[in-house]
């Protein structure tokens, strides 16, 4: 069965500052993807990043990064210098396939609050 | 390119009511399916369908009905309303997977609440 853990369910930081969201996740399958969804206060889940689990390799996107570690079954997100408008909900979430065909597996999700 | 769509955004129904929630997609994805979002449980995967005619159930079924008779639509029905089922109802759509990259492009969401 897949999990997904999300250890952090509110951080509050201060606009500049820098803040990293917490991502675990179980698979038995060796092939798999992982994700990071926006979920802003209007509502809509915002696609951010797909990693494949054959690609350890660490993405930067402006002021995002990702750091994957198979080796620890983590999948972390940094928010450099974080700003007002990144205040959000943000989920992680597995597709691993095989019996579990087209199913993403969420986490609970970490509420994150910048205050200017 | 509108890519998912759903209506209503805000429903109210009373216990033992029945109602579809309409989903559509013009992205001509073969895979599409349905989520509830309740707090601090993320999201859940109610029913999914892998193209026209096929539909299976995902983690929590009960209650909810689907059909997919074209690639585009795949309403969702509640056959009798309960409390429990409050809650935020996402629709979804993708490639097939298996199908190279895969991401779900969700819709803006139904906030449904059974008084």
């Known amino acids: 069965a897949q999990k997904v853990t999300q250890a952090q369910t509110e951080i509050s930081v201060v606009e500049k500052e820098d803040v990293t969201l917490d991502c675990v996740y179980e698979?038995?399958?060796?092939?798999?993807?992982l994700f990071w969804y926006k979920q802003p206060p209007s509502g809509e889940l915002v696609f951010l990043i797909r990693?494949?689990?054959?690609?350890?390799q660490n993405e930067i996107s402006g002021r995002y990064s990702w750091n994957f570690q198979k080796s620890t079954s983590s999948f972390n997100f940094t928010i450099t210098a974080s700003q007002v408008v990144d205040s959000a909900v943000y989920f992680c979430?597995?597709?691993?396939?095989?019996?579990?065909?087209?199913?993403?597996?969420f986490g609970q999700g970490t509420i994150l609050t910048v205050h200017p | 390119n509108a890519g998912v769509t759903q209506t209503p955004k805000f429903q109210v129904l009373k216990t033992g009511q029945s109602m579809t929630l309409q989903c559509a997609q013009d992205?001509?994805?073969?895979?599409m399916s349905w989520y509830r979002q309740d707090p601090g449980m993320g999201l859940r995967l109610i029913h999914y369908?892998?193209?026209?005619?096929?539909?299976d159930q995902g983690e929590v079924p009960n209650g909810y009905n689907v059909s997919r008779s074209t690639t585009e639509d795949f309403p969702l029905r509640l056959l009798s309303a309960a409390p429990s089922q409050t809650s935020v109802y996402f629709c979804?759509?993708?490639?097939?997977?298996?199908?190279?990259?895969?991401?779900?492009?969700f819709g803006p969401g139904t906030r449904l609440t059974v008084t």
């Open positions: 979804a759509s993708s490639k097939l997977p298996g199908q190279g990259a895969y991401e779900q492009y």
């Open positions: 698979t038995r399958d060796t092939t798999y993807y």
């Open positions: 990693r494949n689990s054959f690609d350890e």
């Open positions: 979430a597995l597709y691993a396939g095989g019996t579990s065909y087209g199913k993403l597996t």
């Open positions: 992205m001509n994805h073969e895979y």
């Open positions: 369908s892998v193209g026209a005619g096929i539909t």
